[in-house]
Nanobody, 128 residues
């Protein structure tokens, strides 16, 4: 499974960005795709996750109300729409995926266990 994240950039506080994660390879071997982020000097943080088959995403508290994760099954692509961006959203954002299995896991689970497959990150910088 290969995961290619794109869409990062520099944006002013209050602005928006949409990240994309294109999955290729054995995508049938994935059940859930998600986004994580890591700011300099900080631990990796779970942001959001969505399965290929249900419409019940999981969000970290920091993402609720501002970020929306969605998917396009035909394109094997997952998106992260980020609105009302804040300086503290500045980080490298990583796309990740899990193999088939339980598709509804808690934010705590993702925070501590992450996911199995990882892509290269995309930098998001929010200027204050």
């Amino acid at each position: 499974v290969q995961l290619q994240a794109s869409g990062g950039g520099l944006v002013q506080a209050g602005g928006s960005l949409r990240l994309s994660c294109a999955a290729s390879g054995r995508t049938a071997g994935t059940s859930v795709l998600g986004w994580f982020r890591q700011a300099p000097g900080k631990e990796r943080e779970f942001v959001a996750a969505i399965s290929w088959t249900d419409d019940s995403p999981t969000y970290a508290d920091s993402a609720k109300g501002r970020f929306t994760i969605s998917r396009d099954n035909a394109k094997n692509t997952v998106y992260l729409q980020m609105n009302s961006l804040k300086y503290e959203d500045t980080a490298v954002y990583y796309c990740a995926a899990d193999p088939p299995g339980p598709t509804k896991k808690s934010t705590t689970y993702y925070q501590y266990h992450g996911m199995v497959y990882w892509g290269m990150g995309t930098q998001v910088t929010v200027s204050s």
